[in-house]
């Protein structure tokens, strides 16, 4: 039988499951707890300020009308600590960034899917789109790669075979952040995020730090790493041992860190046409949900997998610019 047969008969088997389990959670009512789009004080400010940057930021004369994007090559390229080899991130800088004397502003860290490479146009242009409804605010993004290639599959983990790719999302790009960008340094003003694959380690990441990461978006992604695949993953990330593959799932790190997520934000959208991921975001809600996160789910209509990506990031970027202090209450 061929591999790519196998793939097919293993995602099929894996959607089934996936369809019931979801529909189970929306039915015992575990996803959609009340969402408040209220910005806390003490976690979005500007700086030197108890209030949100909304409140406070006036545009000066000859902000520019969009961001820009800066691929992180050669001198800026951000290192990786731990054996984890990626190809170039990219920094997204909205408006309100290119002034003199800029405002710190929220920090998002996105990641793409597989097969895919760390493309930041979507990023870019979802951002452009609510900086310019909101006076050139929005976060300052850092979009990186969390596979090393085109179709590698890391799992969100540190592994003998892909290197410290956990490592370097948590730990090096962190530091690289704090050393070189203007941002505010509270977790509730970070976000870790991303599409499909990226989306599953926004979600693994995401529960076991919170004193890292106060927000997760998450659009088609997966609810825990190699759940198309998962036999695949077993034998190339974890060598076999299913204890260290199950310890390493997102419900299990939300489990571990039961109580402190007060504050934090979980924000998940997929197509009404992908069956698969949408099964899968509702699981991941039911995570988040569970380890208390305030969650909510964006259904994007008419739109498959690929499809999803540019709704996606408007309505879950959307409903996060209130809470990360860039828009009033319900003005996202």
Not at 45 to 67: K, V, Y
Not at 216 to 239: H, K
Request: charged content about 15%; overall charge negative.
């Amino acid at each position: 039988m061929s591999s790519s047969t196998t793939r097919v008969r293993s995602r099929a088997g894996v959607l089934a499951v996936l369809l019931v389990a979801g529909a189970l959670a929306v039915l015992l009512g575990a996803i959609g707890r009340p969402w408040s789009t209220a910005p806390g004080a003490p976690r979005a400010t500007a700086a030197g300020s108890a209030m949100p940057l909304f409140e406070t930021w006036t545009p000066p004369a000859g902000q520019p009308s969009q961001g820009t994007v800066t691929r992180l090559s050669g001198d800026e390229r951000i290192p990786s600590s731990a054996g984890f080899v990626p190809r170039d991130a990219s920094l997204y800088r909205p408006p309100a960034a290119l002034v003199p004397d800029p405002p710190a502003l929220p920090l998002v860290v996105f990641m793409m899917g597989e097969p895919g490479d760390p493309d930041p146009s979507f990023v870019a242009d979802a951002m452009d789109h609510l900086a310019a409804a909101h006076h050139g605010l929005a976060p300052i993004v850092i979009v990186a790669d969390q596979l090393g290639s085109e179709d590698g599959n890391p799992a969100c983990v540190d592994s003998a075979a892909y290197g410290g790719v956990e490592t370097y999302f948590t730990k090096d790009i962190p530091a690289w952040a704090r050393s070189h960008l203007r941002v505010q340094p509270s977790a509730e003003a970070w976000t870790i995020a991303g599409f499909s694959n990226g989306g599953g380690c926004a979600l693994d990441w995401g529960v076991a730090d919170p004193g890292l990461w106060g927000g997760i978006v998450s659009i088609a992604g997966e609810s825990y790493q190699g759940t198309e695949f998962p036999d695949e993953v077993l034998q190339q990330v974890f060598e076999g041992e299913q204890s260290a593959y199950d310890a390493a799932k997102p419900a299990a790190r939300a489990a571990q860190n039961a109580g402190r997520f007060d504050g934090h934000v979980a924000l998940f959208a997929a197509g009404d046409e992908d069956a698969f991921f949408t099964a899968q975001v509702q699981l991941s809600a039911q995570i988040t949900e569970q380890a208390g996160f305030a969650t909510q789910v964006f259904t994007i209509p008419g739109e498959d997998h690929v499809g999803s990506l540019p709704e996606g990031l408007l309505a879950t970027f959307g409903a996060l610019f209130p809470h990360l202090g860039l828009a009033p209450p319900g003005g996202g």
